[in-house]
């Protein structure tokens, strides 16, 4: 069975920091390009991140970068996000996704398999 499960969320005040991890299992990990996702309430998912299948690309939704870090060990079947210098605009429910890929993926409807995400709230 496929599965992604996030953990590390939680409550933090603004320019904290959180690290959210997301581990895998069901499928060859080193095949998959991994997202990381967010939703606030009443709005739609919006990109945070993205990393290759080897980890050596990476990208960033511009309100993010500089502040956030997507990272991955393949050993481990795991993807980090590091989030630094939060702000209260950061929370939502942060999802990772995962795509049979060796591109660099920004957009949720190319993902096929998702976590259950897990809550992150920035109070000011």
């Known amino acids: 069975e496929v599965q992604l499960v996030e953990s590390g969320g939680g409550l933090v005040q603004a320019g904290g920091s959180l690290r959210l991890s997301c581990a895998t299992s069901?499928?060859?990990?080193?095949?998959?390009?991994i997202g990381w996702f967010r939703q606030a309430p009443g709005k739609e998912r919006k990109f945070v991140a993205a990393?290759?299948?080897?980890?050596?690309?990476?990208y960033y939704a511009d309100s993010v970068k500089g502040r956030f870090t997507i990272s991955r060990d393949n050993a481990k079947n795991r993807v980090y996000l590091r989030m630094n210098s939060l702000k209260p605009g950061d929370t939502g429910v942060y999802y990772c996704?995962?795509?049979?890929?060796?591109?660099?993926?920004?957009?949720?409807?190319?993902?096929?398999?998702w976590g259950q995400g897990t809550q992150v709230t920035v109070s000011s």
């Open positions: 990393i290759s299948w080897t980890g050596g690309t990476t």
């Open positions: 996704a995962g795509r049979r890929t060796t591109r660099v993926v920004t957009t949720p409807q190319e993902y096929d398999t």
């Open positions: 069901g499928f060859t990990f080193d095949d998959y390009g």
